[in-house]
């Protein structure tokens, strides 16, 4: 408890001289805030200070202390009162002790008495605000428990739970201040995705009771209404349908409040009108199934079910052709080719007639999504086929992911396979370099001609001749001569005669043998051998 206040009121100026300053209040968290000298005075103190104890004179002029303590009390002010007179005024004490004065002092009384006095109401307020306290607490534990108890009724209704839930009465034992024959459902979803799903915010706990409080607050200045948090993105509330505002209005409302305010975005999805509690779970799943249709936008929107039931719910036909050309050109890894066909199957599908229903079309892009990835595990690792397993099995369960989120990551999933396809290509290629240059090295004396290199690791002459230039910066032809000139080097040095060498290498005349060994070795191959005889 802190400081306490109080006022001093009599007609003789020694006594409320006395009063107040012969006895430290402030030692005893006491404050004088006034005193009076009559009755009309000390009721305006009372009125501008409403103080907590007035010690008062039992008669004042104008207006006695017991005139002032009735009105103290018509008025419901909190002051507890101590009266002081003479023993002439018994009477008047009387009639005190029955208003409920706190205590009564004869005149002359001592400093001590007066503090006593005032000490006992101290401890009474002391007392009588611990109760206060203790009653507020209850009062709010009964009534948060109470608001848990219709929280949970009224989940258990949106979610159609089976028991209690369903009971009519029980709407009314709850004391729920809706007009339960004049309902409608909304689902509001916090539009925190991005290109590929949900993104952690640090403020991701604050941010869905902001949007509650907005969407709360906003809705009962035009009607009444409950919102309820369902999980951490997702609110749904039940509402009376305003009388002064229409729906689309109020809805408005709502989404253009929380981007103001929150500096965040929603979508809602409204149901349709529940003429009774056990309505409204019908009203839940119609709006549950409107804001699914946020798939085809990028939130920020208002989904109405009443506009979307009569939506054509046919499925887009599977494009077999256009799968077979992507297939071809994921295994060529054009990266190109494959976005081009992607956006084209796409573009047929957006195109049909309405807007098939969200599953439909996401088991179309998990269909697309799995082709791509049926086209080229054979030709990754373990590892990386278990990694994209999994991101495949968590796609159709991401609600946060648009129509245009899956065209992205589809996209990206084809380009991570050309890349593959690229790398394997180059891996592929380098092993048949290797091989046509091994099949050279053992075929020296052979008539090694371009298509025969080309042959022995199976690729097109005009592919292999691009491929070995690029891993090896010579032409087939010039590497031939390469490891001939080598070879020939190595017979000179151990004394094998020229003529022997040409046949050896598949040289049948020894001057354009030796020519092609002097413009390699810059000297003809009797000076190469002279050099290393002793």
Known sequence: MGQLTMCVMDDIQAVVKGISSTIPWEDHQVRIVGTASNGERGWSLLLEQQPDIVISDIRMPKLSGLELMKRALDAGLRAKFIFISGYSDFQYAQEAIKLGASDYLLKPFTPEEILGAVLKVRQVIKEEQAQCKQLEQLEQKVESSSQYERHSYLLGLLRHEIGGFLNES????????????NLIVMVIEVDGYTRYGYTMHLDAEIVPFAVQNIV???????????????????????????????????????????????????????GTIARRPQEIWTSYAHADQAISYRFYSEGN?????????????????????????????????????????????????????????????????????????????????AEERLRLEADLTVLEAMRSLTFEGWRGYIKHFSSMGCEIMDKKRLTDVKQAISKAQEYISLNLAENLTLHACAQSVHLSPSYFANAFKKETGITPIQYITKMRMEKAKELLVAGVQVQEICQRLGYEDRPYFSGLFKKYCGMTPTCFRQMYEN
């Open 170 to 181: 029980r709407w009314n034992e709850l004391h729920i201040d809706l007009d339960s024959s």
């Open 216 to 270: 709360g607050e906003t809705i009962n200045r035009y009607t009444k209404g409950v919102v309820l948090r369902e999980n951490r993105y997702r609110l749904a509330a039940i509402l009376n349908t305003p009388s002064h505002i229409d729906v689309s209005e109020l809805l408005e409302q709502c989404r253009h409040n929380v981007e103001r305010f929150s500096k965040k975005t929603v979508s809602i999805g409204v």
């Open 301 to 381: 929107c208002i989904l109405k079910y009443a506009e979307l039931e009569n939506q054509a719910c046919v499925a887009p036909i599977y494009p077999l052709e256009k799968e077979k050309e992507l297939f071809y050109a994921l295994k060529c890894g054009n990266e190109s080719t494959c976005h081009r066909i992607i956006d084209e199957i796409l573009e047929e599908w957006q195109v049909s007639e309405g807007f098939p229903e969200p599953l439909t079309m996401i088991r179309l892009l998990s269909g697309l999504a799995f082709a791509i990835y049926r086209a080229f595990c054979d030709e990754i690792t």
